[in-house]
T-cell receptor
Framework: GQNIDQPTEMTATEGAIVQINCTYQ??????LFWYQQHAGEAPTFLSY??LDGLEEKGRFSSFLSRSKGYSYLLLKELQMKDSASYLC??????????WGAGTKLIIKP | NAGVTQTPKFRVLKTGQSMTLLCAQD?????MYWYRQDPGMGLRLIHY???????AKGEVPDGYNVSRLKKQNFLLGLESAAPSQTSVYFC????????????FGAGSRLTVL
């Protein structure tokens, strides 16, 4: 079966750095996405990785290792507004998106 | 620029009632999707469409029907609502399936009593 694992919840301090991990087992791989979802709102696109390595976009970076079936989202200089759920999703060989359950990130002052 | 608009935002139904959720997008996207989101679970695909006049089943299609008569609209119907269909429903669209950067609607919270 296809599976995406990410921690259920993480807590971090304002101004700090946090890394949210995602491991996946899917039938084929055509890209990995990270979305942010604030409580009661729609998911919004953060990043896309299809090749191994690090993609940096401002305070957010996303890393991919296809051989290890592993990705992480790195958030720097955490702000209170970063409190949200972060969803990892993988596109399989049929170009269908498989979603993780999301990681709820709590930022404390 | 509205993006993806879902109506209604909230609805309470009794078991056995029927209803339709409407999704409209103004981005000329070919692909449209209906997902449900339940606590502790990832987004699950109900049905999707790869273009006007086409529909296909997703991961959890039972109890739902869809129609895509116009490119900009994707309707999700519940013929006989059940408590197990209590969920938050999200519509999403994208221009092609390769990159799959989805634009989501704000969600529709449905409660079935």
């Amino acid at each position: 079966g296809q599976n995406i694992d990410q921690p259920t919840e993480m807590t971090a301090t304002e101004g700090a750095i946090v890394q949210i991990n995602c491991t996946y087992q899917t039938s084929g791989f055509n890209g990995l996405f990270w979305y942010q979802q604030h409580a009661g709102e729609a998911p919004t696109f953060l990043s896309y990785n299809v090749l191994d390595g690090l993609e940096e976009k401002g305070r957010f970076s996303s890393f991919l290792s296809r051989s290890k079936g592993y990705s992480y989202l790195l958030l720097k200089e955490l702000q209170m507004k970063d409190s949200a759920s972060y969803l990892c999703a993988v596109t399989d060989s049929n170009y269908q998106l498989i979603w993780g359950a999301g990681t709820k990130l709590i930022i404390k002052p | 620029n509205a993006g993806v608009t879902q109506t209604p935002k909230f609805r309470v139904l009794k078991t056995g009632q029927s209803m339709t959720l409407l999704c409209a997008q103004d981005m000329n996207h070919e692909y449209m999707y209906w997902y449900r989101q339940d606590p502790g679970m990832g987004l699950r695909l109900i049905h999707y469409s790869v273009g006007e006049g086409t529909t296909a089943k997703g991961e959890v299609p039972d109890g739902y029907n869809v129609s895509r008569l116009k490119k900009q609209n994707f309707l999700l119907g519940l013929e006989s609502a059940a408590p197990s269909q209590t969920s938050v429903y999200f519509c999403a669209s994208c221009s092609d399936s390769g990159a799959n950067v989805l634009t989501f609607g704000a969600g529709s919270r449905l409660t079935v009593l």
